[in-house]
């Protein structure tokens, strides 16, 4: 048997394909509630038949890039270098972490592609892609499949491939326009061994569990999924993050802007990063429930304490405990981390985020209690994570050691 | 080379001693503190020549006996199934969990004594004795050294061997009495490859960095650290939690009584499991930072409300989530975990604590601000742990890891 090793890691090569797929914002909760109403009659199916479901923790702050990226190496942001979708490095100042020179670590697939092992990586977004196509790995996106093709294994149109042209990556139905390009390349590309599909959360950004949207989605996922399963192939379906309302009754957003808070209190600061910052701002208006605060030491203390006392402000970390508690880098993070509660966010200035392009009343992400992710496998769990599967104490980092190593027929 | 393994991880078994010393509530900010103002120079010279200091995380709650059992067995409470000092358990109600039966994982020590690997196990409270003895491995505890002998080493008195008598298990030098039954152990047993040493929180609880009485606790401890290094031992430091104080300016105690709080708010409370309960009641009057909730299903959201309205209250958690992020067993804990910020304490009913029996103002811990505790090693750590140890986001529970299988030279 053949194994390849990243980062520390051991993992066997199959003999057949396996399907990673990381549903974006895919919170249990939307599990939970499909599964009951009946309306994923395939993954109920697998279930049925020797399947697992289980819950697992994502990295916090619980965002999209730190998440794609701890999954597809199997280790946390302290040494895969991504601790957000962005952040202040010391070299660049402020950046989106889009690009692959930040990443410290290689990913599993990247390391079977030198082992000669065929992979591929589907992202809905692009700005996923140049991170998880590093290191030789064949890679695609929604959003840039038009004209796209994947050389490496002779394709040269992917919306020939697939059928019909690719959905705006703001389309409900993008996320599945990836898995079908996915599924499209392995009958194509039958000698692909590890596939990474990754999806978006523009539907759970704006739509509860049992929205019509909602459904629309899951629905389609469960039936693409049972394309992938009738395939042959041995799947894992996990996710980047969770995802909660954060809005009063009313449907305005519940955020604490935290420059203008501190800057009323007569503390000066350097700095708000938002690690949820990406170019989709129609998803979250840069709104999460993490922030870190980049403050002169002698603003630290006063920072804390005017902070601490905003309702729904959970914890502050300073940066070396925050690096421990989340197993973060510690140069790529603020000198304070400040994470809210789940129906609670956190901005840097009012002025700073325009909420008139949300798709509806503010849903996202980014903190602790977004870190509760499902964890589904298309067999049962056999060997050492037998037991920490079952009591939902493993990460979506360990999902490739998972599938790829413990999975039994 | 001889490989044991215990609970998954494999351990090699050392040619000469190895020692583990657990300091109880051992924050890591003493140990700062110690090495800047020079009052730890056989920890300084350790680290000058050669020796490393870096920080991890504890179990949360951040307390004793779940953090004792996580560093002898190398897993979490999920697996090992401790996760307080007290808990409410479906088959016997509420209970301390001093009694080796709730076990649920062996300890390492247990598994080098099934292979023949001599191990002993000192601690300074009796009542991780019973816990850390399980599985046939000899223990003494000082609390009971009087009268006590370790017969499978043909040791017929501890006082005997100390050369003097123990002192109380509230003494100030309590800890070291349990640093001195290990290093007169090893000297009279030198077949003796592991051992662990528990020491007691009584100081950390009733004095800061700095005072009087830790400056004795620390110099002495530095001193005993010197005499095993002077044996040739191999040396790991870390502690089962940190500590932090909890009282205002005035030394009043900053304490939520969730029972009296929920009560007024007209909700019923089944119970408020305080897990830091123990015999050791002058140390923290059974306040720490960590409550569970025992509560009917339609009470749940209201008190979360009323709760995360109070100040000082971080994070509240359902079981499953609890579960999950702080990897307990789903059985032995709360309805709703509620945690608190580093200087408030939850209680139950004000009537049910007697503070007049605190030492002083009240310093204690369970919740997640005592979860970073100091790593220190006698040597510097190679192979695939090096990169998380120097980022600091190993755990206490991997320090038998480190110092049997990644300590070079």
């Not at 950004?205 to 929205?211: D, L, N, T």
């Not at 700095?271 to 429930?289: E, R």
């Not at 993070?333 to 002025?351: E, K, M």
């Amino acid at each position: 048997m053949t194994v390849v090793t990243a980062n520390n890691r051991a993992y066997r090569v199959p003999a057949h394909a396996v399907v990673v797929i990381t549903v974006d914002g895919g919170d249990p909760s939307y599990f939970y509630d499909g599964l009951e109403r009946g309306i994923m009659p395939r993954l109920q199916r697998m279930l049925d038949e020797g399947g697992v479901f289980s819950v697992g923790a994502s990295e916090v702050p619980s965002l999209t890039n730190p998440n794609n990226i701890s999954i597809v190496t199997g280790v946390p942001p302290a040494i895969h270098g991504i601790p957000g979708n962005y952040c202040r490095t010391p070299e660049d100042g402020l950046v989106l972490l889009n690009d692959a020179k930040y990443l410290r670590a290689p990913s599993i697939h990247a390391r079977f592609e030198e082992a000669g092992v065929p992979t591929l990586m589907v992202t809905t977004k692009d700005k996923l892609r140049q991170l998880l196509g590093n290191g030789g790995v064949p890679s695609v996106s929604v959003e840039r499949a038009a004209g796209a093709g994947i050389p490496e294994y002779g394709i040269e149109s992917v919306e020939e491939l697939v059928g019909e042209p690719a959905p705006g990556v703001y389309d409900p139905l993008a996320s599945h326009y990836a898995m079908r390009i996915g599924l499209s390349a392995l009958r194509a590309a039958p000698q692909i061994r590890l596939l990474y599909v990754s999806l978006t959360d523009r539907v759970q950004h704006a739509h509860a569990p049992g929205e019509d949207v909602s459904d629309l989605f899951f629905t389609e996922f469960d039936a693409l999924l049972g394309e992938y399963l009738d395939a042959g192939c041995t799947m894992a379906v996990t996710a980047d993050h969770g995802m909660n309302a954060k809005h009063d009754e009313n449907g305005e957003p519940r955020v604490h802007y935290l420059k203008d808070v501190l800057e009323a209190a007569g503390i000066p600061v350097e700095g708000v990063v938002l690690p949820i910052t990406d170019p989709y701002v129609k998803h979250h208006g840069a709104l999460g429930s993490f922030a870190w605060l980049h403050l002169s030491a002698e603003h630290r203390e006063p920072a804390r304490r005017v902070l601490s006392a905003l309702p729904g402000v959970e914890e502050i970390w300073d940066r070396e405990q925050a690096a421990t508690v989340y197993e973060l880098p510690r140069d790529r993070i603020g000198d304070l981390a400040v994470t809210a509660s789940a129906d609670t966010a956190l901005g840097s200035a009012a002025a700073d985020h325009d909420l008139t392009q949300l798709h509806g009343p503010l849903r996202s992400h980014g903190g602790r209690h977004e870190q509760p992710v499902p964890l589904i496998l298309s067999g049962s769990v056999d060997g050492p994570l037998a037991d920490p599967f079952e009591a939902g104490i493993l990460r979506s980092r360990d999902i490739h050691d998972l599938v790829l190593n413990h999975v039994g027929a």
